[in-house]
């Protein structure tokens, strides 16, 4: 895949994330032959062509709030030669979607949001800092700013029984999920973790 200044680089974290979104995948072609998938703030679209790439059977478009990194994501896709295949927008969170054809139709979102809470922002190692948006990794004052808001905004667009998969920081994993279970907006929640045991993506299933 390309990199630039524009999206944050690829981490191991986030192979955990794209292996929980092939999973349900895989659970979902048992009974929707085409699944719709959208991957939010999708950066330079390495989660959306990851899973086309090992699931070309998915209807999937990505999104983000960055010009930028949606410009380098189609590069990506054409680098790729998956240009035809998948889609790419630009807006927040899920706005490019935001019409009734959308609504309740979609059986995948997946997210790798900014949750680097902001007061850590000037600890973070420079190679990060120095060459990587800071709105890709800012999840505001307590670092779930954007998970909340996706966490809510997926209930309107998935179809019952669909899947929200999120990438979580480390330490986040357990409030994140009974935050989800509060909202009565899912009916269950799976966890996945790191070689250390520790929670760094999760998916849950709306009710």
Not at 24 to 36: F, G, H, N, T
Not at 75 to 94: I, T
Not at 118 to 135: D, F, G, R, Y
Not at 182 to 188: A, V
Request: aromatic share 6%.
């Amino acid at each position: 895949l390309l990199a630039s200044k524009s999206s944050l680089s690829h981490r191991k974290e986030t192979e955990i994330l794209g292996s929980l979104a092939l999973q349900c995948v895989d659970e979902l072609s048992s009974c929707v032959v085409r699944p719709v998938v959208i991957d939010v703030c999708t950066g330079c679209g390495n989660l959306a062509l990851a899973v086309l790439k090992h699931r070309p059977q998915v209807k999937i478009w990505g999104a983000d709030l960055s010009e930028d990194a949606v410009a380098l994501a189609r590069e990506n896709a054409a680098h790729l030669e998956l240009d035809d295949q998948v889609s790419f927008f630009s807006g927040d969170l899920l706005s490019p979607y935001d019409s009734p054809d959308c609504h309740h139709s979609v059986d995948l979102i997946i997210c790798n949001p900014p949750y680097i809470l902001s007061s850590n922002l000037k600890t973070m190692a420079p190679e990060i800092s120095e060459h990587e948006p800071e709105m890709a990794f800012n999840g505001g004052p307590f670092g779930i700013k954007i998970l909340d808001r996706i966490i809510k905004e997926s209930a309107q667009y998935l179809k019952p029984g669909g899947w929200l998969c999120l990438e979580l920081g480390a330490g986040q994993g357990p409030f994140v999920e009974k935050r989800i279970l509060k909202s009565s907006l899912y009916q269950s929640v799976d966890v996945a973790c790191d070689d250390e045991n520790v929670v760094r993506a999760l998916r849950a299933r709306r009710g």
